[in-house]
């Protein structure tokens, strides 16, 4: 089925220009091919009649703890306001047991809809049987997965290629106009091999890298499976120590957190500031590492993720489909924006 692409004005509400949308052709036969079971999603679509006008769903983060989070759960709160509907936001504290705890519950009370940022994409098969099976809407943000039968739940977040893509050019530009000898230069790369989407970005950076012609022999991996700034931050310091050869460090990963926290150890295990390019993806840790006084560790640009406009986004498209019977868009995709020091205050205006 053909994919076309359309801009929100709503999303401007959020985010200005560039926000992109992968959706499916419309017409009466597209509608109907276009059902909750060939997403993968059961019977939801004929439960959809039974929904009542002000339904509740629950938001499932793989973190609710991370500043990310907490604004994309700022966004999902207030579109539900908007639209007459309730949204509970679970912290899920990167737990499958705890995922899948929190969805037998709202499956108990008789919720409306999910939105899921999964742990990992291993647990789709399981997340999508048990809303199947009670007849309820399930939806991805941020971290998509699948059914047993390999299709994709109704997704909205980043381009997780492009957006990989971009934070590299980010890193090789700073490289370049550093002018570190390439003999004396090492990058740390901090993945997660959990995450589909922390793949495709790790991986879309480090061919950046490769393209710019960076020796791969000098890339690392460091990885993680929380995509914290403290779990970065200790699985650096063996790898410091493994390369007393090198003394300049270039560092990226999946987000912010992984970068500034490898570049945070290593500035604290005695390498110069001046000798550290950090550049992360998300921009939530903006304020904090620029406007608030966190020490400089060489953290010097992002690629911006709206998380309020994918809250915000989530929960329009559930009510649409679960209260209007609209079918869900395939993908819904954010744009990235670089953002530096010089620039994050006009872009992240909670700063």
């Known amino acids: 089925m053909k994919e076309r692409s359309r801009v929100s004005e709503r999303s401007a509400l959020w985010r200005g220009p560039g926000r992109h949308y992968a959706l499916f052709a419309t017409g009466a036969s597209c509608i109907a091919a276009v059902s909750a079971l060939s997403l993968g999603l059961g019977t939801a679509t004929a439960a959809a009649a039974r929904v009542p006008s002000h339904p509740t769903f629950v938001y499932l983060q793989t973190d609710g703890s ?35 705890s929190d969805i037998q519950t709202g499956i108990a009370d008789k919720v409306n809809g999910f939105i899921v940022v999964a742990p990992a994409a291993s647990l789709g098969p399981r997340m999508v049987l048990l809303a199947n099976r009670a007849h309820i809407q399930i939806m991805a943000s941020d971290n998509g997965f699948a059914g047993s039968n390999g299709k994709q739940v109704p997704f909205v977040g980043i381009n997780a290629t492009e957006f990989g893509d971009n934070s590299g050019s980010l890193l090789m530009n700073a490289w370049k106009k550093a002018h570190w000898p390439v003999s004396s230069t090492y990058m740390l790369l901090i993945v997660n091999p959990s995450l589909p989407t922390i793949v495709e970005r790790t991986t879309a950076e480090e061919a950046k890298a490769l393209a710019a012609g960076f020796p791969k022999s ?15 931050f200790t699985n650096t310091g063996p790898i410091k120590t493994a390369h007393p050869q090198a003394r300049y460090w270039l560092v990226t990963g999946g987000n912010d957190d992984v970068a500034f926290g490898a570049a945070k150890k290593l ?27 966190a020490a400089n560790v060489g953290f010097l640009a992002t690629n911006y993720i709206y998380p309020n406009a994918i809250g915000a986004d989530a929960v329009h498209e559930l009510y649409d489909n679960v209260v209007k019977h609209q079918p869900f868009p395939a993908n819904t995709y954010v744009t990235p924006i670089p953002m530096t020091r010089s620039n994050f205050m006009s872009i992240d205006k909670g700063c």
Do not use: R
């Open 66 to 100: 991370q500043s990310y989070f907490v604004l994309e759960a700022d966004g999902a709160k207030a579109e539900a306001t908007k639209l007459g509907a309730t949204v509970k936001v679970e912290n899920e504290s990167s737990s499958s047991a705890t995922t899948i």
């Open 267 to 293: 500035v604290s295990s005695a390498v110069p500031v001046k000798d550290v390019i950090a550049v992360g993806l998300g921009g939530d840790l903006a304020c904090s590492i620029w406007a608030k006084g």
């Open 218 to 232: 000098h890339i690392i991996q460091v990885p993680t499976n929380d995509n914290t700034v403290e779990q970065a």
